[in-house]
């Protein structure tokens, strides 16, 4: 097996990654879903730590995690994050990725949990834009926001992240938002190779098509790595557009409650099975954790546990 990778502040050489294998990542549950809406969504640490487990066991290599109260209400709490991660690990090997996420321009919470959790991989969102949700029945707004990340907020989230020797997802909701990096690499604060998430499909975001995943990989840094994140209807088709053009794939109930065949998943390892089928009939394979930590160059996680022996 190769060394793992290191940050060295130079493009990826060719050679150094194999086209063949995909990362699935699998995001557990979001910050608005409701059991309302799908009773699979996990509320409790101990709720997505089994969601994590059938993640993995489906063949995801890591999962993308928000905190919710038992209530299902949205937690930054420092201390559910950490039992969370001390659930997973109980229970497998997976990669943690934790939102940092928030409309508030006050990230202490965040910078707290990425500082005492030391996650391997923390979502940074990398621009402000207009975050609604319109339903065409009602011709009206379900929501309708601005999320605000300026650079200052930015800075702040990856200045701990760099001292946790944790690596930032830079999450794109449109083309401004991944040709806005530079500065934030000119600064040193962001040191490539870096890892993308362009997500699609979003009101106020970039649309979900094959175009816009094109699009987005020409204005990346090269020798990055990118995953797609298709939201609600028209997801299963923007993966199989990734997969073609060899990128990464992200699933999960966060982002679609159902299978393609329309029903609604009954746990997020049910749609993790579909994306590695996806994978697989694409003729490509899904990274096992150790191969998904050499390709995103991640440090290797300090507080893995019983299960570090498990299958990956």
């Known amino acids: 097996m190769r060394e793992k990778p290191t940050f060295t502040g130079e493009p990826r050489k060719p050679d150094e990654r194999d086209p063949d294998i995909c990362v699935v990542t699998c995001a557990l549950s979001g910050v608005l879903a409701s059991r309302k809406q799908c009773p699979a969504i996990p509320y409790t640490p101990v709720e997505i730590a089994e969601e994590a487990k059938r993640a993995h066991d489906a063949g995801a290599a890591a999962v993308h995690i928000h905190a919710r109260n038992d209530d299902g209400s949205p937690t930054f709490s420092p201390a559910v994050f950490a039992k969370i991660k001390e659930e997973v690990r109980r229970r497998c090997p997976v990669i943690l990725n934790f939102s940092s996420g928030t409309l508030l321009e006050d990230v202490s919470e965040q910078c707290t949990y990425i500082r005492e959790s030391r996650p391997e991989i923390a979502a940074l969102n990398m621009g402000t ?76 975001g970039i649309p979900a098509h094959v175009e816009s995943l094109q699009l987005q990989t020409k204005i990346m840094p090269p020798g990055s790595e990118w995953e797609v994140i298709g939201i609600s209807h028209g997801q299963w088709r923007m993966l199989a557009a990734a997969l073609v053009l060899g990128g990464n794939v992200r699933c999960g109930l966060e982002d679609h409650f159902y299978l393609p065949s329309g029903e609604m998943a009954r746990s997020n390892g049910e749609l993790c099975e579909v994306a590695v089928r996806m994978v697989r009939d694409v003729g490509r394979r899904p990274a096992t954790v150790e191969e998904a930590r050499q390709i995103l160059g991640l440090r290797g996680d300090d507080a893995v546990g019983p299960a570090e022996g498990a299958a990956s």
């Not at 500065?183 to 870096?194: N, T, V």
């Open 129 to 204: 834009m207009n975050y609604s949700k319109y339903s065409r029945a009602r011709k009206s707004f379900d929501f309708d926001m601005v999320f605000p990340n300026t650079y200052a907020k930015i800075g702040k989230l990856l200045a701990v992240m760099n001292e946790a020797g944790t690596k930032p997802e830079l999450e794109c909701f449109d083309t401004g938002h991944t040709q806005g990096v530079w500065p934030l690499i000119d600064m040193g604060l962001l040191k490539p190779p870096l890892q993308f998430s362009f997500i699609v499909n979003v009101l106020g």
